[in-house]
């Protein structure tokens, strides 16, 4: 996964949003990939590299609703299927902070691959030396 943010964020894909650089949002669309990628050809990186990126960070992170967009654009997921959880928030930890927590509403994604992964699945089998 840190293979894959790395790519993404020196191919200007996406930025990190907090300081120890575990978060981060995606500075484009998947339609512009190919153009940010060839402004950004001196890192090394082509087309399949940065798609792969993202898949693996699909499958090892939680799933976004930016992720899963970015996912059906560039047609590698079938259209989402999602619910809406509600999680409540500890009571001790809204006792410690001293304030009443909602319940929250948070988005539970399921998605199912096309088989058009089945192509960077096998890139993902070398992907330590795609990187190189």
Sequence with gaps: MQI??????KLDVIEFIDEIER?????CEPDEFED?????????????????AVVRLAEYT??????VDCLSQLE???PVQFKTTERKIPDW????IGKDIPVLEVP?????????????????????????
């Design 4 to 9: 894959a943010a790395g790519v993404l964020s």
């Design 23 to 27: 978060r981060s949002v995606f500075k």
């Design 36 to 52: 940010v990628i060839l402004q950004n050809m001196d890192q090394g990186c082509d087309y399949d590299t940065v798609v792969l």
């Design 62 to 67: 939680p799933l976004t609703q930016e992720i």
């Design 76 to 78: 590698l997921c079938n």
């Design 93 to 96: 930890f809204a006792e410690k």
């Design 108 to 132: 539970d994604f399921r998605i199912e691959w096309t088989s058009k992964k089945e192509y960077y699945d096998e890139l993902a089998r070398n992907w330590v030396s795609l990187i190189q």
